[in-house]
C-alpha cells in the first residue's frame, strides 16, 4: 500500500476513536517527531496558540497536510434538538475545520510553495476534512433510519465548506477533500457499527496518497469512492 510522504502532518481529535488510530498507526510509525498539542477545535483562541505552537515545531518548514478529524455527534432527532446543541455541533463540526483552516494556512501555503510536487497532493500540501455521508442530501431518504439532525445539518455545511475551500485554496496548490471514514466502531459510531477501527483507518491510509487535482473538492468514503452531495 503506498503511503503519503508528507513531511509534516497535524491531525484533530487524536485523543480516541479513529484520530487516535490514524496518529499511532501511521504517523507515530513513520515520524519519530510527534508532537501533541493541545486542542480545542471549539474555542478559537485554543486554535491560535495551536498554531503557534506548531509554527514553532516546524523550524521555518511549511505544514503538509491538515486533517481535520474532530467532531461530536449527539442522537438528537427533529422533535428533541435544541437551538444549544445545533450551534454547539456546528462550533465543532464546521466552524471548528474552518478556523483551523483559516489559521495554518500560512504554514499549509509555504508547504505548497516550497514543494517540488508537481500538482495537487497530501504530499504536497492538503487539508482533509473527515465528513460524514451523513452530510449527504442526496443519500438523505436512504440513510434516515438514524436522523441525528444537529449531525446530518453540520457535516453537510461541512461539505460545502469543503467545496469553497478547494475552489479557494486550489489556487494555491492546496488540495482539499472530505473523507467519509464509514460508520466506525468507536464512542461515536457505537458497537452496532458495522467496520472497526481498524479497517476504516487502513481504507483512509490507502485513499490518502492516491488524491490529486481530480479529487479536489470531491467528499470521498474510506475505499476512495466519490459520495454525491
Known sequence: MAAVRARSAL???????????????????????????????ADPSAIVDAAKVVEGKLNGAGLNLLI?????????????????????SYKTNAVGPLLMAQAFLPLLKKAAQDSKE???????AAIINISAI????????????KP???YRCSKAALN??????ALTYGEAGILCVALHPGWV??????????????????????????????HN??????????IPW
Open 11 to 41: 491531525l484533530t481529535g487524536s485523543n480516541r476513536g479513529i484520530g487516535l488510530e490514524l496518529e499511532l498507526r501511521d504517523l507515530a510509525s513513520r515520524h519519530p517527531n510527534l508532537v501533541l498539542v493541545k486542542l480545542d477545535v
Open 68 to 88: 481535520n478529524n474532530a467532531g461530536i455527534f449527539t442522537p438528537v432527532s427533529l422533535e428533541t434538538v435544541d437551538s444549544e446543541e445545533m450551534i454547539r
Open 160 to 165: 460545502m465548506l469543503t467545496r469553497c475551500q
Open 217 to 226: 473538492g470531491m467528499l470521498l468514503n474510506w475505499e476512495g469512492k466519490a
Open 185 to 214: 466502531k468507536t464512542d461515536m459510531g457505537t458497537q452496532e457499527a458495522d467496520l472497526t477501527v481498524d479497517r476504516s483507518v487502513q481504507g483512509l491510509l490507502s485513499v490518502l496518497p492516491i488524491l490529486s487535482e481530480k
Open 118 to 124: 508537481k500538482g495537487l497532493s497530501c504530499n504536497k
Open 134 to 145: 451523513l452530510g449527504s442530501i442526496k443519500k438523505t431518504p436512504e440513510f434516515y433510519f
Open 148 to 150: 441525528v439532525i444537529s
